[in-house]
């Protein structure tokens, strides 16, 4: 009798004293692959080195193009194609100041952001009514907005581009802007729906029953919920405007008018002499905005992510 207390302590303390050990043990276990340096250098950072190379490389050809002499993009064999000695700024001086770039630039700028706005816009009530508002035939719609998306530009850039003929539009920024819609709609819904179907309908209801309406809901509860799903849509739609190229080469013809995609093409190519240096510092230019975008959103996103409802 005496024996079965001294035993239960015992067996307490051989299971405390083992137990850190055996999570210890099985921690050091997982991990022990990142304690050798050559399997480290193998699994993790060379891989990544050949990602950031492949990533970065295009980006540093582009620009490495834009600041070297002429004679030196012409002669190869003379000059080193992967560095230059001479960097000059002359492509950079003839894009912004001789040539219609600063008006390109408002072009695009122009375009992106009301079409932007305008399919954000669409997008958020189409969504919000195919989610909330429960009536047959609410999943049949969603598949089919998402549908419409896969149908590809270059089959509907024809039949839109006699819609906009016939009603006057041909060769002006608002072309692009009432066509655009067509190709960030239906995605930017269907991310949208995703989004506003995290959030909790029991929000809707306790503010349904306080005699709120639904526009109310849908501005005071829904959108502050769904920040991170209106930045991931508003960066998409932003992003494929201002590369967007099929239309804007069908719709706009004069020089004013033209986005930057199109512009650098046909301004700095002719017949079939390529002007590089000012084909990649357009470039270049070009996709400076949508860096500094990315960056600014970037967090904001990250930051809305955080605080998002989770079902």
């Known amino acids: 009798m005496t024996d079965l207390p001294t035993s239960r302590i015992d067996l307490k303390a051989v299971l405390h004293s083992s137990a850190p050990t055996i999570a210890k043990d099985d921690h050091s276990e997982g991990m022990s692959y990142l304690q050798s340096v ?12 050949i990602i950031v190379v492949v990533l970065l490389f295009p980006f540093y050809w582009m620009g490495l193009t834009a600041i070297k002499p002429d004679e030196q993009l012409l002669d ?13 700024f002359k492509h950079f001086y003839k894009l912004l100041f001789e040539s219609h770039y ?44 998402f549908l419409a998306y896969l149908v590809p530009p ?10 906009v003929f016939q009603y006057g539009l041909f060769d002006s920024p608002m072309a692009l802007i009432l066509t655009y819609p067509t190709i960030l709609i239906p995605f930017s819904t269907w991310l949208l729906m995703g989004y506003f179907k995290t959030i909790p309908f029991e929000l809707e209801e306790c503010a349904l029953i306080d005699g709120a309406s639904r526009w109310q809901i849908l501005i005071k509860i829904v959108l502050p919920l769904a920040i991170p799903g209106l930045i991931s849509a508003f960066i998409f739609c932003f992003t494929l405007c201002w590369n967007e190229f099929i239309y804007a080469l069908t719709f706009l013809q ?10 650098i093409v046909n301004e700095f190519v002719d017949g079939d002499i390529y002007r590089w240096g000012s084909l990649m510092a357009g470039a270049l230019a070009g996709s400076l905005p949508l860096v ?18 989770k079902e």
Do not use: Q
């Open 254 to 263: 004069s020089t004013s008018n033209k986005t930057v995609p199109v512009a």
């Open 76 to 88: 190869l064999d003379r000059y080193n194609p992967f560095w230059t000695w001479n960097p000059t």
């Open 38 to 49: 050559p399997r480290r250098m193998v699994t993790l950072y060379l891989p990544l080195s």
């Open 154 to 163: 270059s089959i509907l850039f024809i039949p839109l581009a006699t819609v």
């Open 102 to 145: 600063p008006m390109w630039l408002w072009n695009t700028m122009y375009v992106a952001v009301c079409a932007t706005i305008l399919s954000i816009i669409a997008s958020v009530l189409a969504a919000y009514a195919i989610v909330r508002l429960r009536y047959k035939g609410a999943n049949l719609v969603g598949g089919l907005i």
């Open 292 to 309: 500094i975008l990315y960056a600014f959103f970037v967090e904001h996103y990250v930051s809305a992510m955080t605080g998002a409802v």
